[in-house]
């Protein structure tokens, strides 16, 4: 411990220079005067000498109280800055976010939630990282995350958005060249574009629904990415089948890039979370984007792809970037 350790001593020997005296110290800061005056004694025991010179009728500093004047006022002053500072984390909506997400979501759905928030809250910042192995990256100091697939990690709290809605597609161009299919054992032996990762399910086999019914089959995919975004690439050059998320796919089906192959079969739903620090003090700025994104997201997911009369592409577009209403 060194003579700077301790801000109430510090904070007793400004106060009685200030003041003139130690009694109208003690008043000012409401304490016995006794009390500020063993303050003021172990400062000096710590120092080592005499800091303040006082006798019944006034009192001055020595040259060394002068010089430890200075700093105590300088650090009582960034102590009182640095404390501002953290009562200001966490009541005022201002400040940058570090948050990560699923490579393909952040491209799209979760940019959408981040300009949505940010115009909600002009003075907030964020910075974006894409991933799809998230485990270390509340650990390098992100503040929260969105992704799709199964969790992986036990050492974060995880708020479910909903469920991602998957479809197996193919290019008009490709199915041409294939036998009508019925049913899940016709496209067994097809071409595929699988998405590699555990947490999607894993590249060599597919699991498709239709009401109660389950079907699930293993692949040799002929091409396997980490993003969803690249399967519908080449799916539309029409080099294979590829299981993608309805959010990705709305106005390629709309626009007849793709068609939806087995039309009342869906492939297995991918969970999505938004997921944050189980041990770390959250910022109002954090907390309140993730209560932002739970129902940004939740919405999206919720909307009911695919059903009754196919929207326009604009309406399409109008209703993917709009936020959901808040209340």
Not at 21 to 34: F, G
Not at 90 to 118: C, K, P
């Amino acid at each position: 411990m060194t003579i700077f350790s301790d801000l109430v001593l510090l904070k007793a020997f400004v106060t009685i220079v200030e003041s003139g005296s130690i009694s109208a110290a003690a008043r000012r800061l409401n304490l016995a005067q006794p009390t500020l005056s063993r303050r003021l004694q172990t400062l000096e025991d710590q120092y080592g000498g005499v800091l303040l010179r006082r006798d019944t009728h006034r009192m001055h500093l020595t040259d060394a109280g002068h010089r430890f004047l200075d700093d105590a006022k300088a650090l009582l002053t960034m102590a009182d800055e640095a404390e501002q500072r953290l009562r200001s984390d966490q009541t005022a909506l201002e400040g940058n976010i570090r948050i990560f997400a699923t490579i393909d979501f952040a491209q799209s759905v979760v940019s959408r939630l981040i300009a949505s928030f940010i115009q909600a809250h002009p003075a907030v910042t964020i910075h974006l990282s894409y991933t799809n192995r998230p485990l270390t990256m509340i650990e390098e100091g992100c503040d929260a995350g969105v992704i799709a697939g199964a969790l992986t990690d036990d050492g974060v709290v995880a708020r479910s958005l909903g469920e991602i809605k998957r479809y197996p597609v193919a290019a008009p161009v490709y199915l041409e060249t294939r036998k009508h299919a019925s049913k899940p054992k016709d496209i067994e032996g097809w071409a595929w574009l699988a998405l590699g990762g555990t947490q999607f399910g894993g590249a060599r086999e597919v699991i498709l629904y239709s009401g109660k019914a389950e079907r699930s089959f293993r692949i040799d995919p002929v091409m396997i990415a980490e993003g969803v975004s690249s399967l519908r690439e080449e799916a539309r050059m029409g080099l294979g089948v590829a299981v993608l998320p309805a959010w990705l796919i709305e106005e390629d089906i709309v626009c007849g890039r793709l068609t939806r192959v087995l039309p009342s079969w869906s492939a297995k739903e991918l969970s999505a979370h938004v997921v944050y620090p189980a041990q770390r003090r959250l910022s109002l700025r954090v907390r309140t984007f993730i209560d932002f994104a739970t129902s940004y997201m939740s919405t999206v997911l919720a909307q009911n792809y695919h059903s009754g009369p196919r929207p326009a592409v604009s309406s399409l577009r109008g209703t993917l970037n709009s936020p959901p209403s808040q209340t």
